[in-house]
């Protein structure tokens, strides 16, 4: 294997100083769960397209939405930030909380990388679904690999007004308009209001025909760069609110790839993000005992594992040199030795010694298996790995 490189998918890529994908990573790349019959990732798609094509009916009876499900999640930079108006320097493109194979190829972030290709090559109603890849914490419900599967449909004035009484008279743009908290410089405040209803019923639709109308759920505001107005739902799980998905009525900008621009814009993401406890998602032993019942079990009950979790803490000094060191290098170090055995590290205590400066970290990470119980000494000899490598490789001297 060529140190100098990256093998992913059949490619190679060239490392450099940006390169921060790891083996177990990769692992994981390719895998395509989303599309393999009867995973409970599949399923959900399948639901959520049976959905759409039932719902949204086009003029000659066939699905008003296209679904696209089998992008590659290499990537580059300027189609995961770039294509959606994230300017350079924008935090979402930190290294801490990407895999970059190298300084202009990385694997996805989000779905709506691919938005804008989509867009150009002419498709004005489009459902998208892949495996999406985050450095992030660790418990029952983050996981560096995810699914989302998002939306997008673009409106003619006649699409969307057509329903209204005397809506010949309205307009999607304004010449000399303002943005506002409502809307963007060049829409009309009657065309994003109506676009903000229908984007919002959809998605409430959705929401209540995967998971029951019983479900409760709220719009909160938000921002994303690439979208305006914003909007996050979030339903109610086990007493607490839950952000499910982001969505919001897309920069015109974005959609100005057709000479004159005649349609606005409606973008939609589904982030199963937070939904599933996504360490199920590559339990591989899922066999075809699978049925609709076992993916609302996998929605909503976490963790998933029966087994009881064993922890143990790690505390350590950080290098001098902060620059050094970032949280999520801890979190990725134990999950490239942990594996599928962490259920969860959280951050106990951070202190600052007064006279010497040195800053300490105590980590706790608890160990859970998916099929059977954890003996005390295969934990310690996985912790133990842990600490080593902690030493050796992010440079932080133990507390043990
Ligand atoms: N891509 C965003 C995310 O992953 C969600 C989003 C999609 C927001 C489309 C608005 C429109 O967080």
Redesign the pocket.
């Known amino acids: 294997i060529g140190q100098d490189s990256v093998q992913v998918l059949d490619h190679s890529y060239p490392r450099d100083d940006f390169t921060n994908v790891t083996p177990k990573i990769l692992e994981k790349v390719g895998r395509n769960l989303h599309n393999q019959s009867h995973h409970p990732l599949w399923l959900i798609k399948e639901r959520i397209k049976a959905h759409f094509y039932s719902s949204y009916v086009g003029r000659w009876g066939t699905p008003l939405f296209s679904v696209h499900d089998n992008l590659s999640p290499v990537v580059t930079t300027e189609q995961n930030f770039d294509s959606l108006l994230i300017p350079p320097g924008h935090p979402s493109r930190k290294r801490g909380d990407n895999y970059y194979l190298n300084r202009t190829t990385m694997l996805r ?4 990388a691919h938005q804008r290709e989509l867009v150009r090559s002419g498709l004005d109603a489009f459902l998208l679904a892949g495996d ?1 890849y985050r450095r992030d914490e660790i418990d029952a419900s983050h996981y560096p690999v995810f699914h ?1 599967m ?1 939306g997008v449909r673009l409106f003619s004035n006649h699409e969307l007004f057509s329903r209204v009484q005397n809506g010949g008279e309205l307009s999607l743009f304004e010449r000399r308009g303002r943005r506002t908290p409502e809307k963007q410089e060049t829409h009309t405040l009657e065309a994003v209001k109506l676009v903000e209803f229908d984007l919002k019923r959809t998605l409430t639709q959705l929401v209540s025909h995967l998971f029951g109308a019983d479900l409760e759920i709220r719009w909160v505001d938000c921002y ?1 760069p ?2 305006h107005p ?1 909007f996050e739902m979030e339903v109610r799980f086990q007493g607490d609110w839950m952000e499910v ?4 009525v ?1 920069e015109q900008e974005l959609t100005n790839v057709f000479p004159v621009s005649f349609k606005t814009f409606r ?3 589904l ?1 199963l993000y937070g939904l599933c406890p996504l360490r199920l998602t590559f339990s591989e032993d899922l066999g075809d005992i699978l049925t609709e019942q076992i993916v609302n079990y996998c929605l909503f009950v976490q963790p998933l594992s029966k087994y009881p979790p064993l922890h143990n803490d790690i505390s350590f000094w950080l290098p001098d040199s902060r620059e050094g060191f970032t949280e999520n290098d801890f979190y990725e170090l134990v999950r490239s030795i942990g594996g599928d055995l962490v259920e969860k590290v959280s951050l106990l205590d951070d202190f600052t010694h007064p006279k010497s400066g040195r800053r300490s970290q105590c980590y706790r990470i608890i160990y859970r298996h998916m099929e059977r119980t954890l003996t005390q000494q295969e934990v310690r000899l996985v912790h133990q790995q842990i600490e080593h490598a902690a030493e050796s490789e992010l440079g932080v001297q133990g507390r043990y």
């Open positions: 972030a989000h779905t709506s999406v989302q998002e994303f690439f979208t914003s998905l982001g969505c919001g897309m973008s939609a993401a982030g």
